[in-house]
Nanobody, 126 residues
Framework: ETQFVESGGGSVQAGGSLRLSCAASGVIRSTWCMGWFRQVPGKEREGVARIADDGSTSYEDSAKGRFTISKDSAKNTLNLQMNSLNPGDTAMYYC????????????????????WGQGTQVTVSS
């Protein structure tokens, strides 16, 4: 069984930073596509950042220049460094995996991801 556990969320003032981590256990492959998504109540889950098996990354426009996705395959950990946070970043953040290799990872929809964590809440106050 593949499981993900997110951590690192919390409350921060606008302009602050947070680093989210996602620890994977069970069956996990370094070739899998990994991503961070977020959701606010009443809205659809949206992508934030993705990282392919070769280390290529993609970001939603709202995250570009502020967020950095990274992974440590040896530790089965996925990270999201978030800087210059603003109230619009307030959401529940989820890590997810799509068991597929290649750069299709960088644009695939959230619906393709098969494995999800339980989420970690990020709240940014003005």
């Amino acid at each position: 069984e593949t499981q993900f556990v997110e951590s690192g969320g919390g409350s921060v003032q606008a302009g602050g930073s947070l680093r989210l981590s996602c620890a994977a256990s069970g069956v996990i492959r370094s070739t899998w596509c990994m991503g961070w998504f977020r959701q606010v109540p009443g809205k659809e889950r949206e992508g934030v950042a993705r990282i392919a098996d070769d280390g290529s990354t993609s970001y939603e426009d709202s995250a570009k220049g502020r967020f950095t996705i990274s992974k440590d395959s040896a530790k089965n950990t996925l990270n999201l460094q978030m800087n210059s946070l603003n109230p619009g970043d307030t959401a529940m953040y989820y890590c997810a995996a799509w068991p597929w290799a290649g750069n299709a990872c960088l644009s695939v929809s959230a619906a393709a991801f098969d494995y999800w964590g339980q989420g970690t809440q990020v709240t940014v106050s003005s």
